[in-house]
Each structure stands twice: as C-alpha cells, then as structure tokens.
C-alpha cells in the first residue's frame, strides 16, 4: 500500500509524544484473540499501553480495560502498518469501530464517552490479508466525569472514583430543589478534599454509607459561592451531595472535585526525632492525622526528599500550632507559628536537597493542648 509520507510524519510525532506519557508499555502475550483470553491494558481512570504485532494474516488480538468512573476515553494505535481496532462493551456489543485516524494515515483512533464497566478492543490488520511487525495500543483518559441524571439519592449516585486518589464531575442543578448525589470507595484511611468550581451557589455534604451527614459546607470563603471541606476518613463508602444553597434557583454548571490523600495516623510515643513517625517521601504529598492531648507534647516526624525540590509543610487544624523543621543533624531550617494573623495553623516553604528531615509540631507556647491536626508535606 503507498503511504502519504508527510501525513504519517506528522501523526507519529504526535502520537509518539502522547506515548512517551505512558512510560514502559506492557508486551501483548498471545494467545489473545478472544475476549476470554484478552490481555490487561489499563485501569482507568489513567492511562496504559502494550505493545502487540500481527503475527499471521487473520490474526486477532483482544485487550481489555477497566473504568471505575465515567470518562472521556481514547484509544489509539501507533504504527507505520495498516490497523483496525473495534471499542466492545462486556457483552461484547460493539461499541465503536476505526480503521484509519485520517485520510491516508493508517493508525487507527477511538474517542468515547463511557460509563463505569470493563470494555474490550480488538485489533487487526485491514483487510485480513498482510502482518503488522509491530504496534503500539495506548487507551487514557482526559477531562472530567459527566454527572448523569436521575442522580438524587444515594441509590441512584453516580459513582465518582476509587480513593486515594483524585477524579471530578461535571454537573448542572437545573431544576430547583434538585439533589446530584455522587459515590465514592475509599480503600485506605484517607484525608478527602471535595471542593466545587463554580460563580454560582452550591452548598456540599459528605455523608457515610448510612446516609449520616459527617460534614457541610455552603461558601468556603465569606462573598465567593464555592464549597469546600476536608475530612479524614477510614476505608468504606461514602456520598457527597450537591445542591443549590437554599434550594431556590437553578445552577447552570459547576465542576466537583474529590482529593484523596493516604495519611499515616500519629504513633505516640514520637517526642523525640529517635521516635518520629515516618511520613514517606518527596516529591509528591504525604500527611498524618494527630494530635497535642497532653500540655507540653512534641510530635515529630520524618520524611525523605528523593530529589532536590521546592517542599511546603502546613498544618490544618483549629488550635494553635507551631512548627518546626530540622535536618538530619538535627539543625534548625525554618520555624513557624501561623499562616497568617486570624489563622492559627502553620506554614513553611522551602527548598530543600536530598535527604533525611524532621518536622516537630507542638501548641503555641507549650501552655494549652491542640485538638486534632493534619500535618501535609509536598514536594514539587
């Protein structure tokens, strides 16, 4: 077959630097030409890919992937040789079918929106007449889930994600006195952050799995309309609820968004740096959940920076902390009592070299206890 050369020049660079986005592909292993015997390629949200071939004229080869919560996907083939790829539901419905991206470039691509379930694709060569030595089948995902309506009870919520971890909605209160309730997994003692982007009122809960409300919010910050909570959380189900504060106008659109961070829980004794709990390491984000019960307490913990990097550690909290950080040698690199005046957590930003370090956190002046805090460390 004669290719349009320049046309396949452009699409590989493309294609390629999507690809490089996706690090070490997985190798298809045959035999793989049926749904049963499909090999893994993603779970998703996220992104995967593998690297397979059509070894003999008829071949076909089946992957399979996982959605935990409704997405734009996209699925794709890199190569110079001539593709056909087919989107099948778990009943094996088809779905989708591509053969060429463009006219005279012969990678096949595959763009859906898809509601939570496993999905199959299947890849051949066109025609079922020649071999393809080698290609590349990437599937990811982008942007947010899409709220699906009826969603006002816990059980018709739209399931939103798996936690730790971060996913996001798009939705609409378009009638007045509607509820979008949405449902999440937490599989590990995690810190959530749910927040709502929008110009217009909202009012946000996170209820448990008995539908008990353990937290509101309706206006985060007093003449914005955008909601806001973080709470810590054992591993179960849980629910938030969306709606227009005083359930009497419409809200044309908003965009929710759920943080789940894995924390440690604080392990007295830990007063001293020889004690302190470990938090992991940076670059990326860390915390632990604990607390000054006792007038005078020390809690120390350690972290590892794996790579120089811009490092932020802050308490939340509504007592009064101050904190410190210190080196493995044990020398004072910064120190801090609050954020700012009205706000009694504590905040440090600092560069910081590979290495061993300890924060110390403790009450203000060492003459009162601090009810629960939540200490953060990130790295950039």
């Not at 809960?205 to 709470?231: F, K, M, P, Q």
């Not at 007063?271 to 005078?296: E, F, M, Q």
Request: glycine share 8%; aromatic share 12%.
């Amino acid at each position: 077959m004669k290719r349009n050369q320049v046309a396949w020049l452009v699409l590989i660079l493309v294609l390629a630097l999507g690809v490089l986005g996706f690090g070490q592909c997985n190798t298809e292993v045959e035999d793989n030409n049926s749904g049963p015997v499909a090999d893994w390629v993603a779970d998703l949200p996220g992104s995967g890919c593998i690297e397979g071939s059509i070894g003999i004229v008829g071949d076909l080869d089946f992957y399979y992937f996982d959605l935990s919560s409704s997405r734009w996907v996209t699925i794709e083939t890199l190569t110079h040789e001539d593709t056909e790829i087919t989107l099948l539901n778990s009943n094996g419905d088809v779905i989708a079918q591509n053969d060429d991206v463009a006219l005279n470039v012969y990678s096949s691509s595959i763009q859906e929106y898809l509601y939570a379930g496993r999905y199959f694709v299947m890849v051949w060569e066109h025609g079922d007449d020649n071999v393809i030595y080698n290609y590349t089948l990437s599937v990811y995902t982008e942007g947010c889930a899409t709220e699906v309506e009826d969603n006002g009870s816990l059980a018709l919520a739209d399931y939103i994600g798996q936690f730790p971890g971060d996913a996001c909605a798009v939705g609409t209160i378009g009638v007045v006195g509607d509820l979008d309730v949405y449902s999440l997994a937490v599989t590990d003692w995690t810190v959530l952050t749910i927040s709502t982007i929008t110009n217009e009122d909202t009012e946000i809960s996170l209820l448990s799995d008995t539908g008990t409300v353990l937290a509101s919010n309706d206006d985060y910050v007093i003449g914005e309309y955008w909601s806001w909570i973080e709470r810590e959380v054992e591993p179960g189900t849980y629910y938030v609820v969306v709606r227009e504060h005083g359930d009497d106008n419409v809200i044309y659109d908003y965009t929710l968004s759920v943080s789940g961070l894995s924390y440690i829980s604080e392990v007295e004794p830990n007063d001293d740096y020889t004690l302190a709990d470990s938090l992991g390491s940076v670059p990326g984000k860390v915390s632990a959940a604990g607390a000054i019960s006792v007038i005078g307490d020390l809690d120390y913990y350690t972290f590892d920076v794996t790579t120089a990097t811009s490092v932020v550690i802050w308490t939340v909290t509504t007592g009064d902390t101050e904190i410190g950080l210190f080196d493995a040698l044990g020398n004072t690199l910064a120190e801090n009592d609050d954020v700012s005046a009205g706000d009694p957590s504590s905040r440090i930003s600092i560069n910081l070299k590979a290495g061993t370090y300890y924060v110390a956190v403790r009450e203000f002046t060492d003459t009162d206890w601090v009810v629960p805090y939540t200490l953060y460390v990130t790295g950039d």
